[in-house]
C-alpha cells in the first residue's frame, strides 16, 4: 500500500466550531490525578475561591482533551489523506488566556495553520481556539502532529 | 499556599527536582482521564505489531506530569500561562518495572513588566532527553 501524503490543500482551513464541552468538576479531578496535580485548586471549590476562581480549574494541559476534538475533525476527513496509524505527536504548546474552570461551556474552532513535507513525512501544525460560548478567549492549543511516510 | 512573588525569582534558580514513576496502571489511568485510548500506550501486542520496542507513554501524559515541578513552585497551578514542548523521543513502559521521569527545572528569563517568568523544563528517562524545548512562562504576584 502507498501511503499518500497530507493533501496541502488543506493547508489555512477553518473548521466549524465543535460542539460545546462542558468541563466538570468530576474530569478536572480525574484527569488532575492522573498527571498527579496535586494542588489543591484542582479538586477542592473553597481553595479555587479563595484564589479568585469561579469554581476548580484544570491542570495545565487539561485543554488536549478539547484540542483533540478539535483535531479529529481534520484526522476523519478522507479528503486529508491522514492514515492516523502513521500519526506521532510531534510538539504541542498551551497558551492559557485564563484558566480552564469547572462549568465553562467550552467550543473549540480548529485552524490547519501549516502542512508541509520533510524526509518523507508530513508535518502538520494545528490550531484550536478554545473560547466560551460567548467567545472569551480560554486557551489557544498548538499541535504538531507527523505523519510518517512508508518505510519508517 | 501562597504564590511566589516576584521579587524572589531569579535567572539560574533551580526548582526542586521532580520524579515521575509511570506503570501500565499509570497509563491506563491517564489513558481513561484524557480519552486517549491508542493502545500503543497500554496494549503491548499491538504496540510490537506497529514497530514499538514495547508500550510506550503517551506524549502527553509526560508533558502533563512534568509540569507538577513548575505547578507546585508557583505556588498555583492556575499561574502556569504557557506550556510548550517538543516531543523527542519515546518513554518506553516494560510491564515490570515501569519508568521513572527525571524532572528538573530552570528559570531562564523573566519579564519584570509582566511579572512574568519563564521555566525551562528538562525531563529525561534513563539516558534519553524524552521532552525537548520544554519551556513553562508562569504569572508571579
Redesign the interface.
Known sequence: MVTMAVNPAFAGRTFPPTAPYVVSAAKIREFAEAVGAADPVHVDPQVARERGYADVIAPPTFAVLIAQLCDHQLIVDPDAGIDFSRVVHGEQKFVHHRPLTAGDVVVGTLTVDSIRQAGGHSMVVTRSELTSAGGEPLTTATSTIVVRGEGS | ?SVRRFAEVSVGEALPALT?HVDRA?LV??A?????RNRIHWDERFAVS?GLPDVIAH???T???A??IV??WVG???R????????TKPVVVPYAEGADLAVTGVVTATDETTRRATVELGVTCGPDKVLGRCL?VVQLD
Open positions: 499556599m515521575v499509570r489511568q491517564y481513561g482521564a484524557s480519552l486517549d506497529v506524549g502527553m501524559f508533558m502533563g506530569s509540569i507538577e505547578s507546585a498555583d497551578a492556575g502556569v500561562v504557557e506550556y510548550s514542548t517538543r516531543f513553562a
